[in-house]
């Protein structure tokens, strides 16, 4: 077998073989193809696309290139999500502890943020002492004793995935369905999620700008999942503006305090009951995604989640007193709100630009690797469909530097939609694939 004959036959619309891929794969992750190969034939798929089984085969020879971590000695089915990422994405802070409050273990590797979506670890690590960076016996173990972990991806779990995505990077390949897909399942099945629960965002705020886009994707990674023998459901979600009122590491965690303790912003405190809910009747917890739901809430309001999420944050090494104290977490030193310039009805919150205004503050990663401040950020006041008199708060920004705090006054006012007229406030959960 070649590659160069492997290229050819996806430059030529046919399809590829199960071990054409896995030559293709593991000879790439060894180093025996070289980049240029791999980028002629990443972009051969992009332009002519995989068949299902194509794709799952793809999934399957990435999820093995490497380490596979083997969960039923600790639990007997294991559930995990994934974000295709957003922003004010904090789900996984409030769902993981949530979902292991009903017996149901969560062992997630979560990534950090780069470009406006923010990182589930770089969240985390805004608690003093946190430690994101486990061994694999430190994960197991974190899982055995209390039902929820998180860390940092490891590099041992589908390498292959690894050198694709960064090839895919400069390559301009990154927007190929079948690609992100075998992506994003090859390290779910290789960390040894029995189900998963998708959380595909959809709008300006998300990678899929379109419904139909979305849905494509959500469709083939459910198929993917399936055809290696997983449950899986996508859960299509609305990311036009910003998931809940914080938008920055520090603030996020203080928003997921509050809504662990039963508060917290409505539309986030739904979306958590949904991906959660979603969760538990996956795994047979919950006859239906409404009763699963209703269970989570309980344990919102009696302070069962909120309890979990202690205990988990602490066995991690988290600072327990700024947990119980959100003032003790990274605070910046200039918080200024923003008022509403007008009358009127908010029409629309751009989440990009909300996202980007927080990267300039200092929040974010232009590029791998750069460092971040975790106090910084935005708390967005009024979501679409709110009706605003002038002065009225619109937006309270939290910055360490006075020329990043004017740059983002002025992004942010030009982010907000206005209408003379009632707006509508937009559905969040678009459809739910499985």
Not at 25 to 52: F, K
Not at 103 to 115: A, E, F, Y
Not at 120 to 147: C, P, W, Y
Request: aromatic share 4%; charged share 20%.
């Amino acid at each position: 077998m070649r590659a160069v004959d492997i290229i050819a036959k996806k430059r030529d619309k046919q399809e590829l073989t199960s071990d054409e891929l896995k030559f293709f794969v593991e000879g790439y992750t060894r180093g025996d193809i070289p980049d240029y190969q791999a980028s002629a034939w990443c972009m051969a798929v992009l332009l002519n696309g995989m068949t299902e089984a194509e794709a799952t085969a793809l999934t399957l020879h990435m999820a093995r290139s490497g380490d596979t971590l083997d969960l039923h000695s600790i639990a007997p089915f294991v559930v995990d999500k994934h974000s295709t990422g957003g922003v004010g994405d904090k789900t996984t802070l409030v769902v993981a502890p949530l979902v292991a409050c009903h017996g149901l273990p969560v062992g997630k590797m979560s990534g950090r943020g780069l470009g406006f979506s923010g990182g589930t670890i770089d969240k985390l690590e805004s608690i003093r002492g946190f430690n994101v960076s486990l061994t694999t016996a430190q994960f197991m173990d974190m899982l055995a004793q209390h039902g929820v972990v998180v860390s940092g991806q490891s590099a041992d779990l589908a390498p292959a995935d690894g050198k694709f995505y960064a090839l895919r990077d400069v390559t301009a390949t990154v927007e190929s369905l079948p690609l992100i897909a075998a992506s994003v399942m090859s390290k779910k099945i290789a960390a040894g999620a029995d189900a998963i629960v998708l959380d595909v965002k959809v709008g300006q705020g998300a990678f899929m700008k379109t419904v139909e886009q979305a849905e494509a994707l959500a469709r083939l990674m459910v198929k993917i999942g399936q055809g290696v023998g997983r449950k899986v459901a996508a859960v299509l979600t609305d990311m036009n503006q910003p998931l809940g009122a914080a938008v920055g590491n520090a603030l996020e965690v203080r928003e997921t305090i509050e809504t662990l303790r039963g508060s917290g912003p409505p539309d986030f405190r739904q979306h958590c009951l949904t991906i959660g809910g979603k969760m538990l009747e996956l795994a047979g917890k919950a006859s239906s995604l409404a009763e699963g739901e209703r269970m989570l809430a309980e344990s919102l309001d009696n302070g069962q989640a909120w309890a979990k999420f202690v205990e988990w944050i602490t066995a991690q090494g988290g600072d327990r007193s700024q947990l119980e104290n959100p003032d003790l977490l990274p605070t910046a030193t200039l918080i200024e709100t923003v008022a509403a310039p007008r009358n009127g009805f908010i029409a629309g919150v751009d989440a990009a630009e909300v996202g980007k205004t927080g990267v300039d503050l200092g929040g974010g990663r232009a590029k791998k690797g750069d460092p971040i401040d975790y106090a910084v950020g935005i708390l967005v006041h009024a979501k679409v469909g709110a009706q605003l008199a002038q002065g009225d708060p619109l937006f309270t920004i939290h910055a360490n530097d006075p020329a990043k705090l004017e740059a983002a006054r002025q992004r942010l006012l030009a982010a907000v939609a206005w209408s003379e007229r009632e707006v509508a406030a937009p559905a969040h959960t678009l459809m739910i694939i499985e």
